[in-house]
Structure formats: C-alpha cells, structure tokens
C-alpha cells in the first residue's frame, strides 16, 4: 500500500499563483512515477502533469503547460505542483497519483490521495 497525503490547496485570486504538495509514504517501492489530476464540480477527474522517480521526465496536460511545474523531492519523498498565472476554470481538487511508469500514472494510477481543493477566484 501506498499513502499519499495532499496539502497546500486554497483560495486564490485569478492571476496569483499556489503550489501544492503531496507526501508519499508507505509501500513506494516500484512506483516510478507520481503525478497530478484535477476533477472541477460537474466534470470527470483529468490528468494534469507527471513526473518519473528521478524528476528527469516530466509530462503535461495541455492546460497545464506553460503555467504549472511539476517536481519532486526524493528525500522527502514528496511531490510539487507550482501553479502560476491562474484562471478561473483551474478550480477544482487537486489529487496526487502513483504509477509504474509515466505513462502509466497518466493512464491508470495504482493510489490515490485523498485530493486539496484549490479555489481561484475570478
């Protein structure tokens, strides 16, 4: 089992920027990517960006390239979002992801966290 504890979510004026965490704890062994999805009140959960276990790969949603960075810190085995330059339609919770590979934590990941809502107001 994997544990995976977001934070860092808020309210946020259109414009500003806002970075969320996420701490991986447990069973991480063999889990060579993590990565982050978003689901907005009505609509379905959709990637946002990913990351390999060394932080030398990275891959984005479209929405998300350009404003967002993902990184990690390995030895606090912890995971990034930096979000800048925020809209409107960026409202929704911010869930963190593990997965074999990035293709797969893009596709299907195998845990989950629980999500951090992050509110932009316009």
């Known amino acids: 089992q994997v544990q995976l504890v977001e934070s860092g979510g808020g309210l946020v004026q259109a414009g500003g920027s806002l970075t969320v965490s996420c701490a991986a704890g447990?069973?991480?062994?063999?889990?060579?990517?993590m990565g982050w999805f978003r689901q907005a009140p009505g609509k379905e959960r959709e990637f946002v960006a990913a990351?390999?276990?060394?932080?030398?790969?990275?891959v984005y949603a479209d929405s998300a390239k350009g404003r967002f960075t993902v990184s990690k810190d390995n030895d606090k085995n912890t995971l990034y979002l930096q979000m800048t330059r925020l809209k409107y339609e960026d409202t929704a919770v911010y869930y963190c992801?593990?997965?074999?590979?990035?293709?797969?934590?893009?596709?299907?990941?195998?845990?989950w966290g629980q999500g951090t809502q992050v509110t932009v107001s316009s």
């Open positions: 992801a593990v997965g074999t590979s990035l293709e797969g934590v893009r596709t299907g990941p195998d845990f």
């Open positions: 447990g069973r991480t062994f063999g889990y060579y990517a």
């Open positions: 990351i390999n276990w060394l932080g030398r790969s990275t």
